[in-house]
């Protein structure tokens, strides 16, 4: 099974701040993924990677940047957090028949 | 680009009724299509995938879903529902390509009343 780690599960954040979300996979994907999840509007992705220091942007990449330094690993950046950021964030790893692993995401709070 | 609307955001029903929960999408190109299922305050795992081949697929727990080309559709049945299937069941698509994005529907919240 494809192992998606986020490294906080809840995060608190005052608006301003520049915040990090990490994410790291053990299954040597190539392609990872950041998504938001919002009540009734689904899982909305913010940036794509498909290769190391390889990124395209998703439907609502303003905001937000990424990086992906080493394979197994893809960060999400808020450049600045302001309060319409607050969501769960959800990372995903897939091969290249597109099924993901997920991990168990992130609740961020930016106040 | 492609796009998935997933029709009902709530489908309620009763135990050991059959279900099926509507998937549409859009694309130019050929595609790859899943269904995901999110049960209350869990991640989200893959319920079936389409990749190629039948257009019936069977994916875990009972749940089936087929492929329908022409309507562009991909929707998701089980014949009898128990409680435990109370979840948000998300429909998703990507381009044939080893890269490519996959793109989510918004979600449909199946209900079970006993």
């Known amino acids: 099974d494809v192992k998606v780690t986020q490294s906080s599960r809840y995060l608190v954040k005052r608006t301003g701040e520049k915040v990090f979300l990490e994410c790291v996979q053990d299954?040597?994907?190539?392609?990872m993924f950041w998504y938001r999840q919002d009540p009734g509007l689904g899982l909305r992705l913010i940036y794509f990677?498909?290769?190391?220091?390889?990124?395209e942007k998703g439907d609502i990449p303003e905001g937000y940047s990424v990086s992906r330094e080493k394979k197994e690993r893809f960060s999400l950046i808020l450049e600045s957090a302001s309060t319409n950021q607050t969501s769960m964030y959800l990372c995903a790893s897939s091969s290249g028949t597109g099924d993901c692993g997920f991990g168990n995401g992130t609740r961020l709070t930016v106040t | 680009a492609q796009s998935v609307t997933q029709l009902d955001s709530q489908v309620p029903v009763f135990e050991e009724a059959p279900v099926e929960l509507r998937c549409n999408y859009s694309s130019s190109v050929s595609v790859y299509l899943f269904w995901y299922v999110q049960y209350p305050n869990q991640g989200l795992q893959l319920l079936l995938k389409y990749l190629s081949g039948s257009t019936l697929v069977k994916g875990i727990n009972g749940f089936e879903a087929e492929f329908n080309k022409s309507q562009t559709s991909f929707h998701l049945r089980k014949p009898s529902v128990h409680i435990s299937d109370t979840a948000e069941y998300f429909c998703a698509v990507s381009k044939y390509s080893s890269a490519s994005k996959i793109i989510f529907g918004s979600g449909t919240r199946l209900s079970i009343r006993p």
């Open positions: 299954m040597d994907h190539e392609n």
């Open positions: 990677s498909y290769d190391v220091k390889m990124k």
